[in-house]
């Protein structure tokens, strides 16, 4: 399983970005995706889960509102659309698959750094 993440960069706050997530070698719409992220000194957070078809998503109260979650099983692709950005969101953001009540796979990460 190879997950890779991409689109993070260097943004001002109140912009917007969209990070993408491609999966390969596994049957992508089998399974309930998730994105989480790392800031610099403190421990990896929850940000946002998708369900295998995409009909149940939840995200974490500090970006609820203004980051969404989606997939698209055809692609093989989750996104994490957020806007609204602030410096509190510079982090290095993971995507990583589910399996049952754990997440098994991890991407490499995509660096998102909010300038005041």
């Known amino acids: 399983v190879q997950l890779q993440a991409s689109g993070g960069g260097l943004v001002q706050a109140g912009d917007s970005l969209r990070l993408s997530c491609a999966a390969s070698?596994?049957?992508?719409?089998?399974?309930?995706m998730g994105w989480f992220r790392q800031a610099p000194g403190k421990e990896r957070e929850f940000v946002a889960t998708?369900?295998?078809?995409?009909?149940?998503?939840y995200v974490a109260d500090s970006v609820r509102g203004r980051f969404t979650i989606s997939r698209d099983n055809a692609k093989a692709m989750v996104y994490l659309q957020m806007n609204s950005l602030s410096p509190e969101d510079t982090a290095v953001y993971y995507c990583a698959r589910k399996w049952g009540n754990e997440y098994v796979s991890w991407g490499q990460g995509t660096l998102v750094t909010v300038s005041s």
């Open positions: 070698g596994v049957v992508f719409s089998n399974y309930d």
């Open positions: 998708i369900s295998n078809s995409g009909r149940r998503k």
